[in-house]
């Protein structure tokens, strides 16, 4: 199989989907071919891809025409797709729930695998990279908001007095929030964490929070099969603003990770909530790109309202670029080795087995989903 990893060119993309690690083990099997300069962002030089026995490739066109499958972090831009060649295979974050895209797949006649789509079973935990990036994007969020603070996150005992310890608010308990939890805790903030589903409680009790819920009525149920917050009745979302509202008031920093997937991020942080808050109180709002927990935060800047800061950057993970790369490029490596009959090498798609079958979008141009 020839295998084709290609520079990312959307804007503040610095990933790359494969590393000299997972292309050692790509090339002991298939050939692989990277276009020149694919691993610069994440610190990954072409003579190192050279070195895992993968050829360098001058230009994208050159990479695209002798790739049977392509390892990408982000989707076919629109100039990427001429460049496919027909019958190909792309595996990346494909946006699965924008339908024109995924027509895009189909109609230029490729193979397509969306990674936001692998199922949330024991057996597909290695390929999971929607959580190998939202563990970073948790930790990286509380970086940025103790540099924006400007106050100690700990609480210090000194001889000119006492300084009190920050308080954070994470709104949303999946992966990157627990590991926004962990990281403030780190630095000795003291933490509030909410999510709908009541079952993160005990993690968040486990990492040194307090957890603060909405108690759910009868019949009322926050979560889907798959694990993920679904969307809550209007009275919930009432009971609900007014929990958060009365936490943010109290808090110096409060970071939201909530997404409803193929849908809009829900509003947690609503205007009033934030003209409240303390000045000098900081909001990194991690679901920005999709809408935004807050109705003020902006794509990609950091702005002040009301006397917040409001950290709207929509790609965390790109922000640490080398091991989020690394964390990516094995996901993506389990993931290609299920395609593949592990004795002959030879491609299998056993559309049977429920983690091909739940990120395949396309297949020879032709719409599964």
């Known amino acids: 199989m020839q295998i084709g990893i290609p520079l990312e060119i959307k804007a503040g993309e610095k990933r790359v989907a ?10 002991a099997v298939h050939s692989v071919s990277v276009q020149a300069g694919a691993g610069i962002g994440a ?40 460049l496919a ?13 924008d339908r024109e895209k995924m027509e895009n797949y189909a109609k230029s006649g490729l193979t397509a695998f969306a990674m936001e789509s692998i199922p949330r079973i024991s057996r597909a935990q290695s390929m999971d990279v929607l959580s190998s990036q939202a563990n970073i994007g948790g930790y990286k969020s509380v970086i940025l908001a103790a540099n924006a603070y400007g106050r100690f ?18 709104l949303g308990v999946g992966v990157a929030g ?15 964490a909410f999510d709908v589903r009541p079952a993160v409680k005990e993690q968040v009790l486990s990492l040194g929070a307090k957890f603060v819920e909405v108690p759910l009525q009868e019949g009322e149920s926050a979560e889907t099969s798959g694990g993920y917050a679904k969307e809550m009745s209007e009275d919930y979302k009432r009971r609900q603003a007014e929990l958060i509202h009365a936490r943010a008031i109290q808090s110096d920093i409060v970071i939201t990770t909530a997404l409803i997937p193929g849908k809009p991020a829900p509003v947690l942080l609503r205007e009033e909530t934030v003209k409240a ?15 935004g927990n807050c109705p ?22 790109a922000m640490m670029a080398a091991d989020a790369s690394a964390l990516y490029a094995r996901n993506m490596l389990n993931f290609i080795n299920l395609l593949f009959d592990q004795k002959t090498g030879e491609l299998k798609l056993n559309r049977e087995d429920e983690i091909i079958s739940g990120t395949l979008i396309s297949i020879n141009g032709e719409m599964v989903k």
């Open 296 to 317: 003020l935060s902006e794509k990609d800047r950091i702005v002040e309202k009301h006397g917040v800061t409001l950290i709207g950057h929509t790609n965390l993970p």
């Open 18 to 27: 494969a590393t000299p690690e997972t292309v050692k083990k790509l090339a």
């Open 85 to 97: 060649k027909k019958g190909a295979m792309i595996v990346g974050l494909l946006a699965p729930h």
């Open 277 to 291: 808050m303390k000045h000098g109180s900081v909001v990194v709002d991690m679901a920005v790109e999709f809408g």
């Open 43 to 82: 610190n990954i030089t072409d003579s190192e891809y050279e070195a895992a026995g993968a050829k360098i490739v001058a230009d994208a066109e050159s990479l695209y025409a002798g790739s049977e499958m392509v390892l990408k972090v982000r989707g076919l831009e629109e100039q990427e797709f001429p």
């Open 178 to 192: 627990l590991q926004a939890i962990a990281t403030a805790k780190r630095l000795g903030a003291v933490i509030e």
């Open 153 to 170: 996150f700990p609480m210090l005992m000194t001889a000119a007095g006492t300084v009190k310890a920050a308080r954070v608010l994470i």
